[in-house]
């Protein structure tokens, strides 16, 4: 019976503990994402010639650090899903399928351009429209990230 004193007084200590562990875990989060090196431009979502289908987003990447960053998860703002693509040829035919990262080595950039690798975005709102612009977070192993603007282009324009 005395432990039932205790317990709302135990309860609230315990709810403020771990409310400021969650708070630091936070604030030592936060800055590891501002270290990621990568340079991202000319980045593009080209809507899809047909509503519904999917569109693709290209874009250049340089690592301008001393550490290797792979690319393992790409977010757009407007789409319900994206996922990482690469192009290949077989038989003469031209294969797409999604890949497990993307590997940017320090002090080198890739090209995310058709027929190479692409990110792949599903659902996508109807409120983006060619013309405007939505953001795109890449996240690499580890944790890190990187957000930036991307241009949306229309299915017809320049690629």
């Known amino acids: 019976m005395k432990f039932t ?6 309860l609230a200590f315990t709810t403020v503990a771990l409310a400021g562990c969650s708070g630091e875990a936070e604030e030592a989060a936060a800055p590891a994402a501002e270290d990621v090196t990568l ?20 874009f250049d990447v340089e690592n301008t650090g001393e ?12 789409a319900s899903n994206a ?28 090209s995310l351009e ?10 996508l709102d109807p409120a983006l429209e060619a013309g405007g612009s939505t953001e795109m977070t890449l996240t690499v192993v580890g944790g890190k990230t990187k957000t930036f603007p991307v241009e949306i282009r229309a299915a017809g324009d320049e690629r």
Do not use: C, T, W
């Open 5 to 10: 004193r205790f317990a709302p007084l135990a």
């Open 83 to 110: 996922e990482l693509h690469g192009s290949m040829e077989m038989d003469g035919q031209m294969m797409m399928d999604s890949v497990g990262q993307i590997l940017v080595n320090a002090g080198e950039s890739e």
């Open 114 to 123: 058709p027929g190479g690798f692409h990110v792949m975005v599903f659902d």
């Open 67 to 78: 550490k290797n960053y792979a690319i393992r998860r790409a977010d757009v703002e407007g």
């Open 39 to 58: 340079e991202v431009s000319n980045a593009r979502l080209m809507l899809p010639a047909v509503s519904g289908r999917p569109g693709a987003i290209y």
